[in-house]
């Protein structure tokens, strides 16, 4: 039972990496990256480290899966990269952060409709809660909020939802770094035109613009996603995006401590009611280490995803 728990504390705590490494993203682009780019953010987010992933793992898709990782890689990559970096250059930071909050809430009415995945109701009130707790966030947000980016985060919640709930209904047939590279070799592809038809040129890079562009893509997406997809396949898919509140308490932090956004009483309160809902959505209906081995097989065997955890 004692290495039961541990492995699964372990899958927790991997799958956090990623949402705490997305919560980066806003405070790295404002501070460090070109302004007015998100395309090319986007592009060099996804396609060089998708290369190179694809470059260590050798292994293209088959059958099927040509189709289902041109899929996914839209939504996950090709859709998601562009409206992040809309959300992350439109809005302050903590706030484009928090507006990620309400993805629980995405993710689990779309792995009812696509998978049967029933979410606890006490899950549904930690995910009300963490949106309760992105409400105050929002509610005393600094100026410099934008239609365009409260249109680019809304729509990359939907998007990812979306991508994230189809990864549990396709069981993929590789390990979590081959399948990261396919997606992120799909969607730089069809964002290379899009970048080059709507934005032109690449803008000028410096040393500090660089070494943002290494973190986003190194960082921020080959590990945060192989994490991610790690413990989405392992865990149900509405405990899985309730760690991504990690996401704006990282984003808020960041921008409090690195852009001097606003944070008082009610802020501090709505990081504590994130948090809250975090830990709630993971301590709901643990199961027993018998129905943990009973039920692995229907959706991901145990052994692989929780070796990957160590």
Wanted: aromatic letters at 8%; a positive charge; proline letters at 7%.
């Amino acid at each position: 039972m004692e290495t039961i728990l541990r492995s699964r504390v372990g899958l927790i705590l991997l799958t956090a990496v990623a949402p705490a490494a997305w919560g980066t993203t806003y405070i790295v682009t404002e501070k460090f990256l070109p302004p007015d780019r998100p395309l090319f953010a986007a592009l060099v987010r996804a396609l060089p480290v998708g290369l190179a992933l694809l470059a260590w793992r050798r292994r293209l898709p088959s059958g099927d899966w040509w189709w289902k990782a041109v899929v996914l890689g839209i939504f996950n990559i090709g859709m998601f990269f562009p409206l992040i970096f809309v959300a992350a250059y439109y809005l302050p930071g903590g706030l484009a952060a928090t507006v990620q909050a309400s993805s629980p809430l995405a993710v689990m009415g779309l792995a009812w409709l696509l998978i049967g995945e029933r979410a606890a109701l006490a899950r549904v009130a930690a995910a009300l809660i963490g949106l309760a707790g992105v409400t105050l966030l929002v509610l005393k947000s600094p100026d410099g909020v934008t239609v365009l980016g409260l249109a680019g985060a809304v729509g990359s919640v939907l998007v990812s939802a979306l991508g994230f709930v189809l990864i549990k209904r396709w069981t993929p047939p590789v390990d979590m770094i081959t399948l990261v590279s396919w997606q992120l070799v799909v969607g730089g592809l069809a964002l290379l035109p899009v970048a080059l038809l709507v934005e032109g040129a690449p803008p000028a890079v410096d040393l500090s613009a660089a070494l943002g562009y290494a973190w986003i893509a190194v960082v921020g997406t080959g590990l945060a996603y192989v994490c991610w997809f790690t413990g989405l396949r392992a865990m149900p898919a509405g405990a899985v995006s309730l760690i991504g509140l990690v996401n704006p308490v990282v984003g808020t932090a960041l921008g409090v401590a690195f852009a001097h956004e606003a944070f008082g009483t009610v802020q501090a309160l709505g990081v504590l009611l994130v948090i809250g809902g975090v830990v709630l959505g993971q301590r709901v209906a643990r199961p027993r280490p018998e129905q943990m081995t009973a039920e692995a097989p229907a959706d991901r065997p145990a052994e692989p995803a929780l070796t990957m955890a160590r």
